[in-house]
């Protein structure tokens, strides 16, 4: 038998320690002996592991709030980075000039803010800037003055006007008016608001581009000329249906015309390169705070029918970029930068700056542009602007050719109905060209169409 003081037990590790050897035999104590802890350090490989471990949780602990910095610093860049593949995988313009570098327009905004407070001596406006600057207008004073008091006359509820000479792109005109919110008048200029009808000159305008109308083309059509339903649109197999030549549909503005020129003769990758062309969906006014006008892919070809006949709410445009797409169609194709001011001079009659003319982009060809202007002059002459230009015998009121397109649709912001004309003339030699909207939320008191007149009337009347 063996004294049981010589017997000794044996542990086996269980487990990775840091501290402790498990491999080694315990001595057992005496009842007696108090327990002592013993703290047992590591050596050899598990040391090394152990400094290597510590070692990297210092650096995630080092590292951790640089981090957090940097990723606070990185949302602006990567909302930047955002916007930058948005621009370059937007729709690239073909078959006409891609757009150019933008030029910064300097002091537009100061420009348009102090428009106001101007003085008129008879067709010159002028303003100064608390600094001494003087501000020269490329605005005629008697036609931004004649336009002002019309809309204020009539009391119209939302009434904007923008006018621009083709050739340079110099603003002639700009003033808004209302008789609901004073405040709105101020930002009029710049805000989206739906496009409507005018959007059949894009329509128009991709089907000329690539060679598939020409402004004597007969398009069939079954339903109601100005039905808003693309279901009913489609021409019947047994006959019977509407047929109409795209020009006299440009003046009356037939939505299942364009509908159908969108959707079975052009096709939507060649609409939406001729949106691209157009400015929508990117920053076009180089230096002017108008918010960039929008008109997204249409999911299916109901959507692009809406779209191509101008019914599509979601379409929007400032009346800026509208006047600007006229003035482009009036002179061959080729949008001018808008600009406000024609020269800018100190207190002490030095030029700060002097207007240049500069071409942004070419939206269509001379041709395109051409077959346009054919198919715009029906408007005027037997389409839906005849009664604003004429009197009640059919004598034309002003002595001069016109081409141009109304618009006329629901819309929310501000509530109500708006009415659309832009135009430019003469055909021969374009002037001027205009953009006029109204919004009536109630009864009707003024059309867009009469404001287009009676600015033309005001600029001819020399």
Same mark, same amino acid.
């Given at each position: 038998?063996?004294?049981?003081?010589?017997?000794?037990?044996?542990?086996?590790?269980?487990?990775?320690?840091?501290?402790?050897?498990?491999?080694?035999?315990? %001595?057992?104590?005496?009842?007696?002996?108090?327990?002592?802890?013993?703290?047992?350090?590591?050596?050899?490989?598990?040391?090394?592991?152990?400094?290597?471990?510590?070692?990297?949780?210092?650096?995630?602990?080092?590292?951790?709030?640089?981090?957090?910095?940097?990723?606070?610093?990185?949302?602006?860049?990567?909302?930047?980075?955002?916007?930058?593949?948005?621009?370059?995988?937007?729709?690239?313009?073909?078959?006409?000039?891609?757009?150019?570098?933008?030029?910064?327009?300097?002091?537009?905004?100061?420009?348009?803010?102090?428009?106001?407070?101007?003085?008129?001596?008879?067709?010159?406006?002028?303003?100064?800037?608390?600094?001494?600057?003087?501000?020269?207008?490329?605005?005629?004073?008697?036609?931004?003055?004649?336009?002002?008091?019309?809309?204020?006359?009539?009391?119209?509820?939302?009434?904007?006007?923008?006018?621009?000479?083709?050739?340079?792109? %110099?603003?002639?005109?700009?003033?808004?008016?209302?008789?609901?919110?004073?405040?709105?008048?101020?930002?009029?200029?710049?805000?989206?608001?739906?496009?409507?009808?005018?959007?059949?000159?894009?329509?128009?305008?991709?089907?000329?581009?690539?060679?598939?109308?020409?402004?004597?083309?007969?398009?069939?059509?079954?339903?109601?000329?100005?039905?808003?339903?693309? %279901?009913?649109?489609?021409?019947?197999?047994?006959?019977?249906?509407?047929?109409?030549?795209?020009?006299?549909?440009?003046?009356?503005?037939?939505?299942?015309?364009?509908?159908?020129?969108?959707?079975?003769?052009?096709?939507?990758?060649?609409?939406?390169?001729?949106?691209?062309?157009?400015?929508?969906?990117?920053?076009?006014?180089?230096?002017?705070?108008?918010?960039?006008?929008?008109?997204?892919?249409?999911?299916?070809?109901?959507?692009?029918?809406?779209?191509?006949?101008?019914?599509?709410?979601?379409?929007?445009?400032?009346?800026?970029?509208?006047?600007?797409?006229?003035?482009?169609?009036?002179?061959?194709?080729?949008?001018?930068?808008?600009?406000?001011?024609?020269?800018?001079?100190?207190?002490?009659?030095?030029?700060?700056?002097?207007?240049?003319?500069?071409?942004?982009?070419?939206?269509?060809?001379?041709?395109?542009?051409?077959?346009?202007?054919?198919?715009?002059?029906?408007?005027?002459?037997?389409?839906?602007?005849?009664?604003?230009?004429?009197? %009640?015998?059919?004598?034309?009121?002003?002595?001069?050719?016109?081409?141009?397109?109304?618009?006329?649709?629901?819309?929310?912001?501000?509530?109500?109905?708006?009415?659309?004309?832009?135009?430019?003339?003469?055909?021969?030699?374009?002037?001027?060209?205009?953009?006029?909207?109204?919004?009536?939320?109630?009864?009707?008191?003024?059309?867009?169409?009469?404001?287009?007149?009676?600015?033309?009337?005001?600029?001819?009347?020399?």
């Amino acid at each position: 038998m063996q004294d049981l003081k010589h017997l000794s037990q044996k542990k086996t590790a269980s487990g990775f320690r840091f501290f402790g050897d498990g491999s080694r035999n315990k %001595r057992l104590k005496p009842a007696s002996e108090p327990a002592r802890p013993r703290l047992y350090l590591p050596t050899g490989k598990r040391l090394q592991r152990l400094k290597l471990t510590l070692i990297f949780i210092v650096i995630v602990l080092a590292l951790a709030p640089l981090c957090v910095l940097a990723l606070r610093q990185a949302k602006p860049a990567l909302a930047q980075v955002r916007v930058w593949i948005a621009l370059l995988t937007a729709t690239a313009p073909n078959q006409a000039e891609a757009a150019k570098a933008p030029v910064s327009i300097s002091r537009f905004e100061t420009a348009r803010d102090l428009l106001a407070s101007a003085e008129v001596d008879g067709d010159s406006m002028s303003a100064r800037t608390p600094e001494g600057l003087k501000y020269t207008y490329t605005i005629q004073g008697d036609l931004q003055q004649g336009v002002y008091d019309y809309l204020e006359k009539n009391r119209v509820p939302y009434g904007v006007f923008v006018a621009i000479e083709p050739s340079s792109g %110099r603003i002639l005109g700009m003033t808004a008016y209302s008789s609901i919110d004073p405040t709105w008048a101020k930002r009029s200029v710049y805000e989206l608001y739906p496009m409507a009808s005018l959007f059949k000159i894009i329509t128009a305008s991709a089907a000329l581009e690539n060679h598939k109308i020409t402004p004597e083309s007969v398009i069939e059509f079954r339903g109601n000329s100005y039905s808003e339903n693309p %279901r009913y649109w489609d021409a019947s197999p047994r006959g019977g249906n509407n047929r109409m030549s795209v020009t006299y549909a440009m003046g009356k503005s037939i939505n299942p015309v364009y509908g159908r020129v969108a959707s079975d003769i052009v096709g939507k990758s060649s609409v939406m390169e001729s949106i691209s062309r157009f400015g929508f969906n990117q920053v076009l006014l180089p230096g002017i705070p108008a918010k960039p006008s929008q008109a997204m892919e249409p999911a299916n070809n109901h959507g692009l029918r809406l779209m191509g006949a101008g019914l599509d709410h979601e379409v929007k445009i400032s009346p800026l970029h509208a006047a600007a797409i006229m003035s482009a169609i009036a002179n061959g194709g080729k949008m001018m930068a808008p600009g406000l001011t024609s020269s800018v001079v100190d207190g002490q009659g030095i030029e700060k700056e002097v207007f240049t003319p500069l071409e942004l982009r070419r939206l269509v060809t001379p041709e395109t542009s051409e077959s346009l202007t054919r198919m715009l002059s029906s408007t005027v002459l037997t389409g839906t602007s005849r009664k604003a230009f004429h009197d %009640r015998r059919g004598r034309p009121r002003l002595d001069v050719s016109i081409a141009a397109k109304t618009g006329s649709i629901n819309g929310t912001d501000p509530k109500g109905h708006y009415s659309w004309f832009a135009a430019f003339a003469p055909i021969q030699n374009p002037r001027i060209a205009l953009v006029a909207l109204v919004i009536n939320p109630d009864k009707w008191r003024v059309k867009a169409s009469q404001v287009g007149e009676h600015a033309l009337e005001e600029f001819f009347k020399k």
